[in-house]
């Protein structure tokens, strides 16, 4: 049987980097959503379009690419902007997907790093669920360091989504990025194993 591994957790958390050293150590295919919901809103778009339609052209940047910036702030700021948004834009990623685990289907391993994968219900499509989980401190200390968020903002997006707890609860596999990135891979090393027949 197909190991369609999923891979999720807070913003911030360390999704990319188990996703980099699934790639490069296990040489596993990683399908990433944010590719996909970046696709679902380059300029001509469907979805850009309404986008443009609904805030208006100062959403875009001058050169008609979507201003993710000024975006975000409406989102994060308004629930019910935002779930409009995910309304748009979480079927399209969840199509790409499906098509991308069926063009892969000679891999027995694949991995999904999906985002929002317990919010935009695409649990279904795997076979075993991990979360990446540190604490919200830690998370705000990388987000500001990374994205050169603020604290508010970086709260602000952290709160948009399901509290890390509740997706822990939900996991296969919990891998703790609490401490070090040694800590980490020994982590993904042993979830890669534990499932293995
Ligand atoms: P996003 O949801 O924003 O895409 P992510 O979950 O993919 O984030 P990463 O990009 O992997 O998270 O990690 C966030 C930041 O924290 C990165 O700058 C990364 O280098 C750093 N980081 C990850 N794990 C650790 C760790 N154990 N110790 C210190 N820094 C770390």
């Keep these: 049987k197909r ?42 778009s469907t979805i850009l379009n309404l986008i443009a339609e609904r805030y208006g052209l100062d959403i875009l940047l001058p050169d008609g690419t979507l201003d993710r910036g000024r975006l975000g702030n409406v989102v994060f700021n308004n629930f019910e902007e935002r779930r409009w948004l995910e309304q748009q834009i979480h079927p399209f990623v969840r199509d790409r997907i499906v098509e991308a685990i069926d063009n892969f289907n000679l891999h027995p391993t694949v991995v999904l790093v999906v985002p929002l994968l317990f919010e935009a219900e695409m649990t279904d499509l795997c076979t075993e669920v991990w979360v990446v989980s540190c604490s919200q401190q830690q998370q705000i200390q990388r987000l500001i360091q990374r994205d050169r968020l603020t ?40 979830a890669i194993k534990s499932f293995e027949c």
């Design 3 to 44: 190991r369609i591994i999923g891979l999720t957790g807070g913003i911030g958390t360390g999704k990319t980097t188990v996703s980099n050293y699934l790639a490069s150590v296990y040489n596993l295919p990683i399908l990433d959503a944010d590719v996909y919901a970046r696709d679902a809103v380059k300029v001509g």
């Design 151 to 190: 604290f508010e903002q970086a709260q602000l997006r952290i709160n948009s989504q399901m509290p890390i707890d509740q997706k822990c609860a939900k996991a296969d596999v919990v891998l703790d990025n609490s401490s070090t990135l040694e800590f980490l891979l020994q982590q993904v090393d042993a």
